[in-house]
Every structure is written in structure tokens, then in C-alpha cells.
């Protein structure tokens, strides 16, 4: 089945740096891919919807210049948290859609990023 | 736009008892589809089973099945003979024909031993 790799699982910066983290479809090709943020204990909440060679759309209320997001080729989308600070800990999840024959379109999704400011 | 409503944050259920979890949406469109994820402590999101509005007929994987009504926007995931291992986050999920996913608070399951 599909696969979708996101790395790194855990990582802890200083306040004031900058995060990169990576989303890649293994075993298929992914014109978009979904960022998702969840806070302990909540649900899934979009940040953007990444196109391949385009600009990400943002969803209401994420900004666009904190959480930059790259997706320059049919495997690889990424997300840059910038200048990070202890609120943007949080657990970062991206999904790529999986056309397959089932033609349902069924999002597939990386294992998360735990990412800890401190 | 759409929403997604899960009214039970908990649920709990025997070993080898059936447990019925509820999720209703709110869309405008005829052509979407409908999921059940399941999240362990992990936290991998994992697909439990997927239904196409178009489909009269309820999904149904395994041990899991759903009830859709769709005239009363109404997708609830029944588990039988529950498991230890089906303990989990489950999230209500949907998704328009060509947009992305938008998900429910979810519902936290306990399974009893």
C-alpha cells in the first residue's frame, strides 16, 4: 500500500530557530500534499493544502511567513517553521493523497513530527 | 463549508462486546466521501474504513461497519467483538470529491478486558 514517510519524529530547537521537516511518498506520486497540527488531545486541524510546483494554500488563521511550505517535486513537500517559539510546540502531520485504483482518493498519512521549543 | 461532529470525546466497550461510535456532517455537496480513522497512542493515523456517498450500501471491513444515512448526514462505525488492540483515538473524516479532509474531534475508546 502507500506509503508516506515524514521525518524527523521528534525534534527540539531553541527559540528563534528555524525547523525544516519532510514529507515524502514513497511508492507513488503526491501533486498534493495536506499539513495537519494537532494539539495533545484534540483533533486534526489544516494548515495548508501543499500543490506540486505551486504555491500552498494557507487555511484561515495560519501564517503563511511562520510555516513555510515547499512542494518542488512529486515526492517531496516540506514544512519550515520559522522563528520558532514555545507555541508552536505541537505534533505536525502531513498526508498525501493516494490516487490508486480504489479511485477513492484516500489520504494517506506520515507519522508525525513532535516538534518541542524551547 | 463543512463540519464534521463527534458527540462522544469517550466511549468504552467490553472485550468481545460491539460498540457503536456516532459522527454527523454538514456539507452542501452530492459527490464526497466519508472515513474512519483510527489513532493509537503512536499516533499514526490509520484507516479503519472509507464510504462513498454515491454507495447505498454500508461499508463494511472486518469487524467494522458503518451505518451511512445519508439523508440525515449521519456516519456512525460499529465495532464487533472489540478487541484490546482496537483501543484508540477514532476520528470521524470527510472529504469532497477534490478537497481535503476535514475531521472530527474525535472519540477516545476504551476496551475493557
Known amino acids: 500500500g502507500a506509503v508516506v514517510s515524514q521525518h524527523p519524529s521528534r525534534v527540539i530547537c531553541k527559540s528563534g530557530t528555524s525547523v525544516k521537516i519532510e514529507c515524502r511518498s514513497l511508492d507513488f506520486q503526491a501533486t498534493t500534499m495536506f499539513w495537519y497540527r494537532q494539539f495533545p488531545k484534540q483533533s486534526l486541524m489544516l494548515m495548508a493544502t501543499s500543490n506540486e510546483g505551486s504555491k500552498a494554500t494557507y487555511e484561515q488563521g495560519v501564517e503563511k511567513d511562520k510555516f513555510l511550505i515547499n512542494h518542488a517535486s512529486l515526492t517531496l513537500s516540506t514544512l519550515t517553521v520559522t522563528s520558532a517559539h514555545p507555541e508552536d510546540s505541537s505534533f505536525y502531520i502531513c498526508?498525501?493523497?493516494?490516487?490508486?485504483?480504489?479511485?477513492?482518493?484516500?489520504?494517506?498519512f506520515g507519522a508525525g513530527s513532535r516538534l518541542t521549543v524551547l | 463549508a463543512q463540519t464534521v461532529t463527534q458527540s462522544q470525546p469517550e466511549m468504552s466497550v467490553q472485550e468481545a462486546e460491539t460498540v457503536t461510535l456516532s459522527c454527523t456532517y454538514d456539507?452542501?455537496?452530492?459527490?464526497?466521501?466519508l472515513f474512519w480513522y483510527k489513532q493509537p497512542p503512536s499516533r499514526q493515523m490509520i484507516l479503519v474504513i472509507r464510504q462513498e456517498a454515491y454507495k447505498q450500501q454500508n461499508a463494511t471491513e472486518n469487524r467494522f461497519s458503518v451505518n451511512f444515512q445519508k439523508a440525515a448526514k449521519s456516519f456512525s462505525l460499529k465495532i464487533s467483538d472489540s478487541q484490546l488492540g482496537d483501543a484508540a483515538m477514532y476520528f470521524c473524516a470527510y472529504r469532497g470529491r477534490y478537497g481535503d479532509m476535514r475531521f472530527g474531534a474525535g472519540t477516545r475508546l476504551t476496551v475493557k478486558p
Open positions: 456539507t452542501s455537496e452530492s459527490d464526497y466521501y
Open positions: 498526508s498525501a493523497r493516494d490516487p490508486g485504483p480504489s479511485g477513492a482518493n484516500v489520504l494517506t
